[in-house]
C-alpha cells in the first residue's frame, strides 16, 4: 500500500504563497488520484484540490479556486500544491490521500493518508 508523507507547511503573513509536497512510497503515484484536504482545530476537514492519476482530471474546493494549484511529477513520485494569495482562513493541517478517482473531493473516496503538515496564516 502507497504511504503519503506531506512537506513544505510552515507559518507565513497574509499574501504569501507556499507549496506544499506529497512524496510517495510503497508505489507509484501513477496509479493513484491525489487528494489534498485540510482540517483547521474545531471544524471538520475540507477538501482542498485533487488530481487523477490517469486523465488529468483537476478538481478544486470553492474557497480555495483561483488561488491553489495542485500538480504531479510522477517521476519524483510527488504531487504538489501551490497555494498563493493566503488567508488567515486557510491556517489548517493539511493532508494528502491518495484514491483511486478524482471525481469529488470527499474523505471517503480517499485513503493512505498522510500524517500532515501545519500551515499558517498570521500577520
Known amino acids: 500500500q502507497v504511504r503519503l508523507v506531506e512537506s513544505g507547511g510552515g507559518l507565513v503573513q497574509p499574501g504569501d504563497s507556499l507549496r506544499l509536497s506529497c512524496e510517495a512510497s510503497g508505489g507509484s503515484l501513477d496509479d493513484y488520484a491525489i487528494g489534498w484536504f485540510r482540517q483547521a482545530p474545531g471544524q471538520e476537514r475540507e477538501g482542498v484540490a485533487c488530481?487523477?492519476?490517469?486523465?488529468?482530471?483537476?478538481n478544486y474546493g470553492d474557497t480555495v479556486k483561483g488561488r491553489f494549484t495542485i500538480s504531479r511529477d510522477n517521476t519524483k513520485n510527488s504531487v504538489y500544491l501551490q497555494m498563493n494569495s493566503l488567508e488567515p482562513e486557510d491556517t489548517a493541517v493539511y493532508y494528502c490521500a491518495a484514491g483511486r478517482w478524482c471525481i469529488a473531493i470527499i474523505s471517503d473516496l480517499f485513503g493512505s493518508w498522510g500524517q500532515g503538515t501545519q500551515v499558517s496564516v498570521s500577520s
Open positions: 488530481i487523477s492519476g490517469s486523465d488529468g482530471t483537476i
